[in-house]
């Protein structure tokens, strides 16, 4: 089945610099990357997500890349402020089995 | 509009009860999905619903876990026999399902706690 693996587990920054998680994966049928943020005690949120026939796509202060040759995908987030603060999860859809595999999650502190 | 709900929020049980996790997904979505979520870590998936057809149960960690969708809506996830590795926060999901369309949406969760 599908492994996704996710880093750095932890991440701190400064307001305003910019914020880069990586996630693989090892299902080549996976055709389908989105990527959660959870605050402490709520609902994983949708915040981007790729399918495999784009490289990347943005949304403002997000941007999302993937490399389907080597099967990685990242999410970007500039000019970070502090509510960005959460856990996020990256994960992989294999449509045939439809259910998500999700990394491990990467706690982002942004200091003010 | 309304997102995916799910009940009770917190749930205490004594090892050995039986407990039931409800949820309502999003009006109109044909897939429902139920994520565990342990302490510090992913979601890592127990079962899909088509409908209230039960396509793929193969994350369900042991024959105590039962989940319906009797009327294509609605859904229970029922623990048998509580244990306290079953502490966790349980999450559903749903999605449009039709015709591609594959993003999940997912509930607040139920924090089962096992004493």
């Known amino acids: 089945g599908e492994n996704v693996e996710q880093h750095p587990s932890t991440l701190s920054v400064q307001e305003g610099d910019s914020a880069v998680i990586k996630c693989t994966y090892s299902?080549?049928?996976?055709?389908?990357f989105p990527w959660y943020k959870q605050e402490l005690g709520k609902r994983p949120q949708l915040i981007i997500d790729?399918?495999?026939?784009?490289g990347e796509k943005k949304d403002q202060r997000i941007a999302v890349t993937l490399n389907k040759t080597a099967k990685h995908f990242s999410l970007h987030i500039t000019e970070t402020q502090p509510e960005d603060s959460a856990v996020y999860f990256c994960?992989?859809?294999?449509?045939?089995?439809?259910?998500?595999?999700f990394g491990s999650g990467t706690r982002l502190q942004v200091q003010p | 509009g309304a997102g995916v709900s799910q009940s009770p929020r917190y749930k205490v049980a004594k090892r050995g009860q039986d407990v039931a996790l409800r949820c309502d997904p999003i009006?109109?979505?044909?897939?429902l999905f139920w994520y565990q979520q342990a302490l510090g870590q992913g979601p890592e998936f127990l079962t899909y619903?088509?409908?209230?057809?039960?396509?793929?149960k193969s994350g369900l960690p042991s024959d105590r876990f039962f989940a319906e969708r009797p009327e294509g809506s609605v859904s229970t996830l029922k623990i048998q026999r509580t244990q306290q590795e079953d502490s966790a926060v349980y999450l559903c999901?749903?999605?449009?399902?039709?015709?591609?369309?594959?993003?999940?949406?997912f509930g607040p969760g139920t924090r089962l706690t096992v004493t």
């Open positions: 790729i399918r495999s026939n784009v």
């Open positions: 999901a749903s999605s449009r399902g039709l015709a591609g369309v594959v993003e999940q949406y």
């Open positions: 619903f088509q409908n209230e057809a039960q396509l793929d």
């Open positions: 994960a992989a859809l294999d449509t045939g089995r439809r259910a998500l595999t």
């Open positions: 299902d080549s049928a996976s055709n389908y």
């Open positions: 009006s109109g979505h044909v897939s």
